[in-house]
Nanobody, 118 residues
């Protein structure tokens, strides 16, 4: 499994940004895909998750209502639409994948930097 994250950048507070995660290497119908982030000096934290087969989603409280995770089956790509960005959203964002009903995310992309200025 290979995951390629892209779409990060420098934006201002209140702006929007869309991250992409191109997945390859196998069929993902039995996978959960997720976004995590890690800010400088902080531990990596969960952001959002999507069930590839039925599109079911789950969000951390810190991004609920502002971020939306989605997937495009034809392109094997997962997206993270980030709206109303805040300076505290500044972090390196990682996409990850795991097989359904397993505890850990086994596959990780390389990360993409998101910086939100105030």
């Amino acid at each position: 499994v290979q995951l390629q994250a892209s779409g990060g950048g420098l934006v201002r507070a209140g702006d929007s940004l869309r991250l992409s995660c191109a997945a390859s290497g196998r069929a993902f119908s039995n996978y959960r895909m997720a976004w995590f982030r890690q800010a400088p000096g902080k531990e990596r934290e969960f952001v959002a998750r999507i069930i590839w087969s039925d599109g079911g989603t789950y969000y951390s409280d810190s991004v609920k209502g502002r971020f939306a995770i989605s997937r495009d089956n034809a392109k094997n790509t997962v997206y993270l639409q980030m709206n109303s960005l805040k300076p505290e959203d500044t972090a390196v964002y990682y996409c990850a994948a795991k097989r359904a009903f397993t505890p850990n995310y086994d596959y990780w992309g390389q990360g993409t930097q998101v910086t939100v200025s105030s």
